[in-house]
T-cell receptor, first 116, second 115 residues
Framework: ETGVTQSPTHLIKTRGQQVTLRCSSQSGHNTVSWYQQALGQGPQFIFQYYREEENGRGNFPPRFSGLQFPNYSSELNVNALELDDSALYLC???????????????FGPGTRLTVL | AQTVTQSQPEMSVQEAETVTLSCTYDTSESDYYLFWYKQPPSRQMILVIRQEAYKQQNATENRFSVNFQKAAKSFSLKISDSQLGDAAMYFCAILNPQGAQKLVFGQGTRLTINP
């Protein structure tokens, strides 16, 4: 069983640029959630994609957008980068609609984004 | 809105001893799940244990067990026979299975294991 993978591992961008982060879900999962984790903080929910549709969004501006593909992998796009966007970005995959005990979220290793 | 509070920013324990990490939460939902995740320096968030609110029995996973007090909205994690590999940030989280299934995390507790 393949776990959740994310790319790239690290990324350095400058303010105003755009970035795309990628996530491959665990085999058999149909849902991907994205979280932002600032240094020393707990992760904050950005949004979730279920079967290629957005299934909920946290308190993040529209310049944070996402996609989910037919194979359930996902992208997080951030436009007009700001210094405060520097963080660890985590994706998690799960299986919705499979009954209880199937919707636990399993996390990837994260992408560390630094905005200069 | 759901909130999670971890009141212990840091904890330390001697190897082979037992330690308990505290977590309180607030929710207006009757159906929810509670989790403990571990985040070692490698950054990957690893599931430690899961508890469903409708289950009265406390969850256990090997050396890890929880004390779930629903009326008090408390969900503590007990680690028995602590090992050096247990050193990490530990996050308590809550999830409402209805609607957007987002995890709401606490601020974390950094656990140090002393040899």
């Amino acid at each position: 069983e393949t776990g959740v993978t994310q790319s790239p591992t690290h990324l350095i961008k400058t303010r105003g640029q755009q970035v795309t982060l990628r996530c491959s879900s665990q085999s058999g999962h149909n849902t991907v959630s994205w979280y932002q984790q600032a240094l020393g903080q707990g992760p904050q929910f950005i949004f979730q994609y279920y079967r290629e549709e957005e299934n909920g969004r946290g308190n993040f501006p529209p310049r944070f957008s996402g996609l989910q593909f037919p194979n359930y992998s996902s992208e997080l796009n951030v436009n007009a980068l700001e210094l405060d966007d520097s963080a660890l970005y985590l994706c998690a995959s799960s299986l919705l609609g499979g009954g209880r005990n199937t919707d636990t979220q399993y996390f990837g290793p994260g992408t560390r984004l630094t905005v200069l | 809105a759901q909130t999670v509070t971890q009141s212990q920013p840091e904890m330390s324990v001697q190897e082979a001893e037992t330690v308990t990490l505290s977590c309180t939460y607030d929710t207006s939902e009757s159906d929810y799940y509670l989790f403990w995740y571990k985040q070692p320096p490698s950054r990957q968030m690893i599931l430690v244990i899961r508890q469903e609110a409708y289950k009265q029995q406390n969850a256990t996973e090997n050396r890890f067990s929880v004390n779930f007090q629903k009326a008090a909205k408390s969900f503590s994690l007990k680690i028995s026979d602590s090992q050096l590999g247990d050193a990490a940030m530990y996050f308590c989280a809550i999830l409402n299975p209805q609607g957007a299934q987002k995890l709401v995390f606490g601020q974390g507790t950094r656990l140090t294991i002393n040899p």
